[in-house]
């Protein structure tokens, strides 16, 4: 039977039976942290705090994300962040799919990483991840060369100076091809700023998925 988007009860494009067990499986263990979370008025905003907690994408955004780099080809791509791997899995079978390439990952906790590297291993999809543990506005710096897709996923909070989300686009637009594709999760205003801003070289539009969700591609 072809795997199931659960979001809206529709076949997904990702048909791999193995790979949407685990993903069935994750998403049936997702659940909310008690206090809250970090935007939902909890005293902490460590993302150490939520080492066994998964703030992951939406199975809607996985099934674009998976569609779109079949649609480009893509074969080297980045994540922040990666949390226990729900989006990685979906970049990962996308390359996979496409003939091979790596998806670059990263992970600030110890712990999420270790988390996501057994899920990529159970769906057998570990060997195509570069799974980077530390900060990604380090981990990040060097991509080693042109990507084809980014995902900015990663700590919605700010200290009052720009988000993580704008800090580490700054970083990783110049490693973008041509053509790239970046979505983004959270609709950080300061993050809106930039990517809409047509002198940074991109073009971008607003989906309906968890939310929001900004698309956008890499015009020059």
């Not at 674009?64 to 791509?77: K, N």
């Not at 990962?92 to 291993?121: H, W």
């Not at 989300?165 to 041509?178: C, G, K």
């Not at 594709?181 to 950080?188: C, I």
């Amino acid at each position: 039977m072809p795997a199931q988007n659960s979001t809206q009860n529709s076949p997904s494009p990702l048909q791999d039976p193995k790979i949407a067990a685990v993903l069935d499986r994750l998403r049936a263990e997702r659940r909310r942290p008690a206090n809250g979370g970090p935007r939902g008025g909890a005293d902490t905003r460590d993302p150490y705090a939520y080492a066994d907690i998964g703030f992951s994408i939406h199975a809607d955004q996985g099934d674009l994300i998976y569609l779109l780099c079949r649609a480009i080809s893509a074969t080297r791509v980045v994540e922040f962040a990666t949390s226990v791997g729900v989006s990685t899995i979906y970049f990962a079978a996308a390359v996979r799919d496409n003939g091979g390439g790596t998806v670059i990952g990263s992970e600030i906790v110890p712990e999420k990483a270790a988390t996501a590297q057994r899920n990529l291993a159970e769906a057998e999809l570990d060997k195509y991840v570069d799974l980077r543990v530390g900060d990604a506005r380090e981990t990040l710096r060097d991509l080693g060369g042109p990507v084809d897709f980014a995902l900015i996923d990663g700590w919605p909070i700010s200290d009052g100076g720009p988000t993580l989300a704008r800090q580490v686009m700054e970083l990783i637009a110049p490693q973008l091809r041509t053509g790239a594709f970046v979505m983004n999760d959270n609709a950080e205003p300061d993050y809106l700023d930039y990517i809409r801003d047509p002198a940074n070289g991109f073009r971008s539009v607003t989906l309906p998925l968890k939310g929001s969700t900004e698309l956008s591609v890499k015009v020059s």
